[in-house]
């Protein structure tokens, strides 16, 4: 099992910038992937950044150049840098943790670009 506890979402004015982190606990040692996803109003949940455990980062198209996804080993923590939000960045973003078989959730932290 794997806990995930977000923090750092918030309201931002467009063209700034916020830092969302994900603390994980538990059997990290299985986790082979680690995602941040979003999910706007009325739309699909959507993957916007993916690192591996051995470090190899992928972006949505839409966030690429923007958006910066890292872990940190010694702190079992997900960061997600995001640098020149825009109002479609508006969504609840969650972390999610990729075992082999089993996949994790974070409780999911609200960010708001106003334009």
């Known amino acids: 099992q794997v806990q995930l506890v977000e923090s750092g979402g918030g309201l931002v004015q467009a063209g700034g910038s916020l830092r969302l982190s994900c603390e994980a606990s538990g059997s990290t040692f299985s986790i082979i992937a680690w995602n941040w996803y979003r999910q706007a109003p009325g739309k699909q949940r959507e993957l916007v950044a993916a690192i591996t455990s051995g470090g190899s980062a992928n972006y949505a198209d839409s966030v690429k150049g923007r958006f910066t996804i890292s872990y940190d080993n010694l702190r079992n923590t997900l960061s997600l840098q995001m640098n020149s939000l825009k109002p479609e960045d508006t969504a609840v973003y969650y972390c999610?943790?990729?075992?082999?078989?089993?996949?994790?959730w974070g409780q999911g932290t609200q960010v708001t670009v106003s334009s």
């Open positions: 999610h943790a990729e075992a082999k078989v089993l996949g994790y």
